[in-house]
């Protein structure tokens, strides 16, 4: 008796059209909730005593409504174009080899996100984050006035890449907990919607609940984006220490917050997670589908 071969994995291809779009949703999110979602969420990990209230009332009196796009053009702007090209070439190509392994759907979610989260915070988002936070922090210190290009001038006058990129190995921390969590519980998700027939295509809404549910749950790292911040930040303490690592960093936020204070800023950022799924999911399906539709009725 003969056995069927095993059904042959497909590589998920990586169009230059995707990763277009992919830049132009980002974009478009960033430019509208997204990155007022990201200055509160950095405000509040960065004044820890601060409410979502009070969070609101400083970031208005600091510009207005400009006050909530600190750091919007060009490093939000930089950071949406690149990050989302990044992520699917990385993530589908360790996704693929992880299931000629022979790992499951969800374990190889996973561990492509993770990849991803990692190349994108060693690309693109280490200066990028680092200089959006300083546009959200310095407002405390004594150069307020210097332009954001100056700042980053001076940064790497004095202290070269590593100094733009300073903070770069929470963001990596970060980014590899947060996409691996992401799609991992995104597939996991997807899989209970299927039930029975693995085979069946989801639906809109369910594509995009499971998409939801991943991105608000991978906010567990929280503590990880309020170190982050803290490294970048341009406060001035006269208790903080000077050039703080993940570890000091950790350290001066438990003595000042308690545990409490690494989950500042969370509730902004399921927010910012969840807007941000409901434009790539959501929208990129509905130009997607626009575009494919339109040739048809071409002909």
């Given at each position: 008796?003969?056995v ?28 509208t ?36 796009y ?54 693109t ?17 004594a ?21 733009l ?25 997807e ?22 549910i ?44 308690g ?35 339109k040739?048809k009725?071409?002909?």
């Amino acid at each position: 008796m003969s056995v069927a071969p095993p059904a042959e994995i497909e590589k998920k291809a990586v169009s230059f059209q995707n990763i277009l779009l992919g830049a132009a949703i980002q974009t478009f999110e960033v430019s509208t909730l997204g990155q007022p979602f990201e200055v509160v969420k950095t405000h509040m990990a960065a004044n820890r005593g601060d409410s979502i209230a009070t969070s609101l009332s400083k970031t208005y009196a600091r510009g207005g409504v400009a006050g909530f796009y600190q750091g919007l053009i060009p490093w939000a702007w930089i950071e949406a174009s690149t990050k989302g090209g990044v992520l699917m070439f990385v993530s589908s190509e360790i996704d693929y080899r992880a299931r000629v392994a022979g790992l499951s759907n969800s374990w190889s979610g996973l561990l492509g996100g993770v990849g991803g989260g990692v190349a994108q915070a060693y690309t693109t988002m280490g200066f990028c984050t680092f200089m959006k936070t300083v546009e959200v922090t310095r407002h405390k210190s004594a150069d307020a006035s210097v332009s954001t290009w100056r700042i980053a001038y001076d940064v790497f006058q004095r202290e070269g890449i590593r100094g733009l990129n300073r903070g770069v190995s929470a963001v990596a921390l970060r980014q590899m907990t947060n996409w691996g969590s992401r799609f991992g519980i995104s597939r996991v998700t997807e899989s209970m919607f299927r039930g029975q027939d693995t085979t069946r295509k989801l639906e809109t809404w369910e594509r995009l609940s499971a998409s939801a549910i991943g991105g608000a749950l991978a906010c567990w790292n929280q503590p990880l984006e309020v170190i982050r911040v803290e490294m970048q930040s341009q406060a001035k303490a006269a208790d903080r220490p000077a050039n703080l690592n993940l570890f000091s960093a950790a350290k001066y936020i438990y003595q000042k917050s308690g545990l409490l204070g690494f989950y500042r800023g969370v509730t902004p950022r399921v927010g910012l997670s969840v807007y941000l799924t409901v434009c790539m999911v959501f929208g990129g399906d509905s130009i997607k589908a626009y575009f494919s539709e339109k040739p048809k009725a071409n002909h």
